[in-house]
């Protein structure tokens, strides 16, 4: 019984059901080995394959957090690195082993060049993504590595220790980090600091409240017990000044300024100008900040491409360009209109376009460009583009978070993408923001009723496409919200299509 089963696994075999068969026992390891005879291996290697992929699938469905969390260990992903690679090599040994094992020992010379390249384009299948999976893995480690640094091999003056590496946020309602952007191409003598945003992030919930700081504020406080309190008790600024004298004394200043004042003032620091504006800022919303996260703009557009653009709506001409201080305008416009898809260059300037527009403008484009970009970031993006997308951060990012606080970090993140973000609103008359002397009290007041309110639902329905306003008009549509806006504004709405008539041109 024996020899007439083993007689007929090796019957003579058409080359169609030849290669068939190495096929199927590609797809499926190991029972390429249990048709050409080799049983007792073919059962073990066909077991581990079927156990692999049932807890690969068990993993992705029922552990998708901690799986996301291990993307952020580096050693975590060199191993991941290896694991990918053996396992490809394994696979292209099984499917060699099973074609060899039902291949005749008696064939022709063309039949076995057929099967050859046959084999040889199935191993190709294998080794192709398997070399894209680790070059994507091993990009995300290096960005890791160069972004992140671990806590003892890193230095700022301003970021808490990190305590319980499992659980950071188990004593901390609310992870408070401050997101700036800042223009340090090498056409500019120094670094400004354009957008200075606060995200006080719920760390049960994830939803998480946005406060734009202007970037003209003067007398910028900082904390007493801070040794830049004894130089400026009275904020960063001085009296006295015309207003382009001022430029120097602004927020969009002390990142650049204060460290060339007071080098090494608070401490060791790889990055001063943070540390500074991480104190200051906190002292006037009455925060403490935790980490900052710093985008280098001149490589803005670089992720924004790797993530293939951003949908925004635009409800006014944003200028690309222009000088207005010298009455120069500008050569191209971005035109008003709903959910219009934006590539890196034309979201670098919806973001920071100044002609003919305030910085509250400004500052609700910037907060919308943040939304979109969270918005952009959807898994399927990120697996498809995620070698393009890591080499733009590496280039684009500086932060004092540290590596052991990732893991943690990216859970936190999932809660923020599935919950709600809103933007706290500043009245700028009441708190004398365009003053020379702003009304810090009042500021901090602003800051904590907006974080003790509940977050606010959105209101403004989905949009849907309609004719573009004129850049000439100056109708006002009617305006169906007229209720003065509350401590926060949901971003949905914020960053709702609603154009306002006016253009500037």
Request: net charge neutral; proline share 8%; charged share 20%.
């Amino acid at each position: 019984m024996g020899r007439g089963a083993r007689a007929e696994d090796h019957r003579p075999r058409s080359m169609p059901e030849l290669l068939g068969l190495t096929l199927l026992g590609a797809l499926l390891p190991g029972l390429g080995l249990i048709v050409g005879g080799r049983r007792r291996i073919g059962a073990f290697v066909l077991t581990l394959s079927l156990g692999l992929v049932a807890l690969t699938v068990y993993i992705g469905l029922t552990r998708r957090a901690e799986v996301l969390a291990a993307a952020v260990v580096p050693s975590r992903l060199l191993t991941t690195s290896v694991v990918i690679g053996v396992l490809a090599f394994l696979w292209i040994v099984v499917i060699v082993a099973s074609h060899r094992s039902l291949r005749p020992a008696t064939g022709g010379a063309g039949g076995r060049a057929i099967g050859a390249v046959f084999v040889g384009l199935l191993c190709f299948a294998i080794a192709a993504p398997a070399s894209v999976g680790v070059q994507s893995v091993l990009a995300q480690r290096t960005l890791v590595q160069d972004v992140f640094q671990a806590e003892g091999e890193s230095k700022s003056a301003t970021r808490p220790k990190v305590v319980n590496v499992k659980d950071p946020w188990e004593d901390k309602p609310r992870l408070n980090l401050l997101l700036l952007g800042g223009d340090d191409a090498p056409s500019r003598v120094g670094v400004r600091t354009d957008t200075v945003i606060v995200a006080s992030i719920d760390t049960k919930t994830g939803n998480t409240q946005l406060i734009s700081m202007p970037r003209q504020l003067t007398f910028m406080p900082f904390p007493k017990d801070s040794p830049l309190h004894r130089f400026y008790p009275d904020g960063f600024g001085k009296e006295g000044l015309s207003l382009e004298g001022r430029l120097e004394w602004m927020l969009t200043a002390m990142y650049q300024n204060i460290p060339d004042a007071h080098p090494g003032i608070l401490g060791p620091s790889d990055n001063e100008g943070a540390d500074v504006v991480k104190q200051s800022v906190g002292e006037a919303i009455g925060l403490k900040l935790d980490y900052y996260l710093q985008v280098n703009l001149t490589g803005f557009p670089e992720l924004v491409d790797a993530l293939g653009g951003i949908t925004v709506n635009v409800n006014e001409r944003v200028a690309m360009g222009g000088i207005s201080s010298s009455h120069i305008p500008p050569k191209e416009w971005i035109e008003p209109g709903p959910s219009q898809h934006l590539d890196g260059r034309h979201a670098l300037w919806f973001a920071r376009g100044r002609y003919g527009a305030d910085d509250d403008q400004r500052q609700i484009r910037q907060r919308c460009v943040i939304q979109s970009m969270v918005d952009a970031a959807d898994p399927q993006t990120l697996v498809t583009k995620y070698k393009a997308i890591a080499k733009a951060g590496q280039h684009l990012l500086r932060t004092d978070i540290p590596q052991e606080l990732l893991p943690a970090l990216v859970q936190l993140a999932l809660r923020v993408k599935s919950a709600t973000v809103s933007n706290v609103t500043l009245d700028s008359s009441k708190l004398r923001l365009k003053y020379l002397h702003p009304d810090y009290d009042a500021l901090r007041d602003t800051v904590e009723a907006a974080l003790e309110a509940p977050t606010p639902p959105a209101t403004t329905p989905p949009t849907t496409p309609t004719a573009p306003v004129s850049p000439k008009s100056t109708r006002k549509p009617a305006n169906p919200t007229t209720t003065p806006p509350g401590p926060t504004q949901n971003l949905v709405d914020a960053c709702a299509y609603h154009p306002n008539g006016d253009q500037p041109n």
